[in-house]
Structure formats: C-alpha cells, structure tokens
C-alpha cells in the first residue's frame, strides 16, 4: 500500500465501439490495460445493454447491429481478464485528466453503488480517450416540455431498459440516426406519426461517390426504409418540427417544410398528435478530457470541432491518443477500425510487436479512409439548416439550465456585442448551469457565430462530484496499486 | 418485477433498468420543477449529458436518474424542491 506506481501500461477512457477494439488489441500485444466506462457494461451508446444480470427480462437483439463484432470483443476482453492484464473499471466516471513528465493521471469516481462515491485514481504512461458524442440539439418552441427527448435518449431508453418512450411518437432533425431510432420504436410498438429530415431527398445526389464506394451504408438505409414501409412510418425530407406544444406534457408538434436555406415555408405548417418526440441534428465530440489537456483540434466538417489526430490516431500531446467519434463522427465501423489504429500505435511506441500483419493494417487502414469519406459526405448532405433560428421565438429557452431565452442571447449579441458563446455566457448565464453548456453551447455558438466551427469550454471537472469524493482523493492515490479488481 | 420507493409510492420495475428507464416505463415523463419558470422536467438526453432528470436518492441530491440502475432498496424524491444544487 502508499504506492503510486503505474497501475497499467494503457488507460482506455470508453468503452464503446472505439475503446473496445483499442483496449482488445492493446491487450493482445501484451499491454496491461484499464478500461474505464462510466456505464455499468461495455458498448457505448451504440451498443448499450442493460446489465448481464438482466439480459434474459430485458431482451434486445432485436436493436442491434453488428452484434457478432461485440460479442468477440467482449470474449476477448473476458479472456484478457482471466490473464490478470485486464483492470475493467465499469460504473467509474472520469472527472479529470493531468498529465506530467511520467504520464497521465485519470481521477474517477467508482459509482457502482452510487449514490455512494469513492475515489479512484489510475496511472499510466499512455492514454487513449475514446469517449464518444452526444446529440446535437437546436432549440424550438416547446422543446423542453416533457415527453420531448434527443434522438439518443430515446435510443437509450430502448436498447438499456427496454422502454418504448410514447405511443405516438413524432421524429426531427437530420442524419441517418433518424432512421434506426424510427425503425427499433415502431419496431417495438410504437406508432411514429412522423419522421421530419431537413434534407432534402436529393442531398445524396450532388456527390455519390462515397456511398457507392460503402454500398453496406445503402444497404443500411435501405433495410430501415423497409422497416418504415412496413409499419407504415411517413418519412418526410426537407421537413423539421418547428414547435411542440402542451401544457405539463407535449401533445402534438406543428411541422413545417423547409426552404432551401432550412426556414420554415409559410403556409405549409401543420399540427401532428403526438405525445412524445426525438429530436438530433447530428452530433457533438466529447472532448471534455481532451479540451484541458491542449491537444490540438481541428474543424470537422459538420460544424464541430474534434481533436486532430495523425494516421496512427496520435494527438499533438506525447502519449495520448484518440479514436472514435472524438475524432470527427463517422459511425461504429469507422470507430472500430480507428480503435484498432489507435492501440497499434500505442504497441509501437511502447516498444512492443504489432498485433496486426502489414497487409492487415493496411486494410483497416483503407477502412478508415473509406468511412471518413464517407462521413464528409454525410456531413455535407445533412447540415444543420443555415436559417434554422427563424423557428425560435423571443421567449424560446435556448439554455434549458438556466432557462435563458433567445430574446436574451440574441440581445448580448445585439447590444452586448458578445461574439462567441463564452461571451454569451458571461452575459446572460447561458451555459452556465448544470450540464455546463454541453446541451445549448453548439446552438448559442450558431447564434452568435454561425460562419466558424463550434469549440466547447475548457471544463475542468468533467462530471460532478461530492466533496466526499474529494475528500477520499488521497485515500485513493493511497490505493493505486492494490485497487480491488472485480 | 422489483419494487422501489419514489415520493413514498411503490413503483415497479425490471431490474437492470435505470431509475428514469423505470419512471417513464411507469408514464411519468416529468418529475423535477425548474427554478425560475417552475416548468415540469423529466428525462431528455439518456445519456447523462442534459442534467435534466435530477432526482434524490438516499438523501443524495442532484442524481442522474438516466445513469441510476434502479434498486430495490432505493428511496427516490424527486419534488421536494427544484433542482438540487443548493443543498
């Protein structure tokens, strides 16, 4: 005990599709590794269960894709936990990351019997952050009302509980996201009343030749389109719900179509009955980790800003790396590959052999290429519409936290002269509350600047904690070396 | 089914779900009251992100209910107050 050496050769942070593969193959080339997730079981968003324990009362296979890939994953992980060189850290949220000349430092609270706290520190030469995105909101009358969640929350809800959100269920945004969040509810029962896609029907059109180089993606679409038939779902192009409306809970949204430049047409508005709605506009890289720690970022081409990283999924700071959608998003196949990347770059660095073959490396190489071309079109087909504020009314909450108005964000840029969304913030209090802008910090930032990419504040406590947690921080540092692994 | 306790009433639920997952599957969509518009909230990113879904668990406020695995043993309040951050 007191030690504070290294308690591994590796920290993953995530364990989604990209974490996986890297934790998978960094084990198979000898590494010790510790996989952090704040979940209490691995897959990410993209692969979210519910507990092992609860796998046969809460049934989804039906939800998933590429299920083959997860479960070799997760028996590679097991076997490597058999070997001793595996530290899982499930339910473990990361709330800071330092570096120093030695490596990194991941603080994280171990919350598997949360409420309870206790701290945990882990040490490592090398980290790799592989946390994911979540859902790009921008805001609309009525938005925040009950029974209105994001496209991943309802997602969620379904793949780790089970849980069909609503009966009638209205969908918006942009993105291919729509479809499989369309086709696992209806699916399950419920009645999707509308599906609205900004885009327009030809938005693939323009450049086609990075969907038919990935003829697995159309295939893709053409199988949820099937579903959607089937259950006969009305899929609406160059369509957004442009408000939704009720008292203590949302009961219909009035959906309008969209002139090229993405503002409602008027006269084409109409009420739909719903009692719950998704909504997505893609999504925002979850850089928290990343943001304090100075690596350089780069502009994505769908308005975000994401890490830089070279072709072996290096960041400018010695030993840190990144894979999956921290890097741009481009979906699980491209974060698998990418993963694999990552940790065969950590092998090398670390001195260690290759888990791949030349011609092996070369192919998941090419994956990456393919799937980030991909990704670009698919950014430029589906934009978040230039004139989507014309939907917002003086007294539309943008900051759902501080239930700051787009009267009030749009005063500070008016007659506060705030250019950007810290300015914002400084202002009017948007983005200062409980999710620290994460939720309305991409929409304030197309306010105020539409014309460059949105970069999120520099959080240094990337999840909150009790002081009791921090209290136990030396406690913690205490246990580095002889943490209990389950 | 196993049940909890949340504002002194039984509710059921499938173990493995979260404490949102169990609320909304029982048709509660809102349970927070927002401090300033007193407008009802409940779930809305899943994931963690929104804050949106606070609840008290055992005397803890400002809990996550959608990265809460509900348990039999949990005592959850949710209208007491507004958001939980003062206390």
């Not at chain 1, 859902?135 to 379904?158: I, S």
């Not at chain 2, 002194?8 to 609320?23: H, I, K, M, R, S």
Request: hydrophobic share 40%; proline share 5%.
């Amino acid at each position: 005990m007191g030690t504070t050496g290294e308690t591994a050769d590796l920290v993953v942070v995530g364990a989604g599709p990209a974490g996986l593969a890297a934790a998978v193959t960094a084990l198979a080339g000898g590494l010790r590794v510790a996989l952090v997730d704040s979940a209490g079981t691995v897959g990410g968003q993209f692969w979210r269960h519910p507990p092992d324990t609860a796998r046969a009362a809460i049934p989804t296979a039906d939800l998933h894709h590429g299920l083959r890939d997860y479960r070799a994953l997760r028996e590679a992980l097991a076997a490597a936990g058999d070997r001793g060189r595996l530290d899982l850290r499930l339910a473990h949220h990361v709330w800071s990351v330092t570096r120093d000349e030695d490596g990194f430092t991941v603080h994280t609270v171990d919350r598997r019997r949360a409420p309870e706290e206790t701290a945990v520190t882990l040490r490592a030469p090398r980290l790799l952050v592989a946390t994911g995105a979540y859902d790009r909101q921008l805001p609309f009358p009525g938005w925040d009302l009950p029974g209105v969640l994001t496209l991943g929350g309802l997602q969620a809800l379904l793949k780790g509980g089970g849980v069909v959100a609503g009966d009638r269920v209205a969908l918006g945004g942009t993105g291919p996201f729509l479809l499989p969040v369309a086709a696992a509810l209806a699916a399950r029962g419920a009645r999707v009343v509308t599906v609205c896609e900004a885009a327009g029907p030809s938005a693939w059109l323009r450049s086609p030749g990075p969907l038919l180089r990935n003829p697995a993606k159309g295939a893709e679409g053409a199988r949820y389109g099937l579903t959607l038939a089937r259950h006969g779902v009305r899929f609406r192009p160059r369509t957004a719900i442009v408000a939704a409306e009720g008292t203590d809970r949302v009961t219909s949204v009035e959906i309008a179509s969209l002139a090229a430049d993405g503002s409602p047409r008027p006269g084409t508005e109409r009420r739909v009955e719903a009692d719950t709605v998704g909504v997505g506009w893609g999504f925002v890289p979850q850089l928290d980790l990343l943001v304090p720690l100075g690596c350089a970022l780069a502009d994505s081409d769908d308005g975000s800003t994401v890490v830089a990283v070279d072709a072996g999924q290096r960041t400018t700071v010695p030993g840190l790396y990144a894979a999956g959608e921290v890097c741009g998003v481009g979906g699980a196949r491209l974060s698998l590959a990418e993963g694999r990347l990552a940790a065969e770059s950590v092998l090398a660095d670390h001195g260690a052999a290759p888990v791949l073959g030349r011609g092996r490396r070369a192919a998941v190489r090419a994956t990456v290429k393919r799937h980030r071309a991909f990704a670009r079109a698919l950014a430029r087909a589906h934009p978040v519409p230039s004139a989507w504020s014309r939907w917002l009314t003086d007294d539309t909450v943008v900051c759902r936290c501080e239930e700051v108005t787009a009267g009030a964000v749009r005063a500070a840029r008016t007659d506060g002269g705030a250019r950007d969304h810290r300015q914002v913030k400084q202002l009017t209090r948007a983005g200062m509350g409980w999710c620290q802008g994460r939720v309305c910090g991409p929409a304030v930032h197309c306010l105020v600047a539409p014309h460059r990419s949105y970069t999120p504040t520099e959080r240094l406590v990337a999840t909150p904690l009790t002081l009791g947690a921090l209290a136990d921080l030396d406690h913690a540092r205490e246990n580095t070396g002889g943490a209990a692994h389950e | 089914m196993t049940r909890m306790t949340v504002d002194g009433e039984p509710l059921d639920f499938t173990e493995g779900q979260t404490v949102a997952a169990a609320l909304v599957a029982a048709g509660r969509v809102a349970w927070r009251t927002t401090r300033v518009g007193r407008r009802p909230r409940g779930v809305f990113c899943g994931i963690g992100v929104c804050f949106d879904c606070l609840v008290t668990v055992d005397g803890v406020r400002g809990q996550r209910a959608c990265l809460l695995p509900a348990r039999a043993d949990m005592t959850v309040t949710t209208r007491e107050d507004d958001d939980g951050d003062d206390g």
